[in-house]
């Protein structure tokens, strides 16, 4: 028998730039990051060493694993570019970032965020409507953090006014263990 080969190679990781004050969301991100490592699968990210992204990023690299860091230079009020064995891609701006990010990856994990966070997730989202790309995304929940997303998303299709089908490319868990198996799943629903 074959060994099915995996699809999703590389992961476009968002999340914030601040810890937050729940510790469960340090512990997400650090599951993450290692659980990708740990599948031999790239972790791309925004190249910051600070918050959550950090976090992701140094629990990859403790692991082994490949981290991409894309940094839109002269952004933040102070650098806090990732100072750690990463590939880092120097970029111009903040939509810059999001396109080669989305340029780069097979797929797409967004854990609890601020405004950063929700612009990447809309835009792959409006990005994947438009068929300018079709990456599938993981919202990686904590606290039903990304439930009045979802109500929103299910408000603008009830009402009409966004098209059923942005469903089909995300789903919401709640474990990293199940990240890299829920993408595979969207990824060959997909083909």
Known sequence: MTAIRP?????????????????????LARRLGEQLADQNITTIFGGSDSGLMGVVADAALSRGGRVI???PKNT??????HQGPIELQIVSSMHERKSVMFELADAAVALPGGLGTLDEVVELLLWTQLGIHQLPLVLLDVNNFWNKFVDFLDEAVSSELLNGDCHKNFRRVTDPATVTEVLEQLVTSHQ
């Open 7 to 27: 699809t999703v190679k590389s992961v476009a990781v968002f999340c914030a730039s601040s810890i937050g004050n729940q510790p469960e969301l340090a512990e």
């Open 69 to 71: 860091g894309v940094y």
């Open 76 to 81: 933040f009020s102070r650098d806090v570019r």
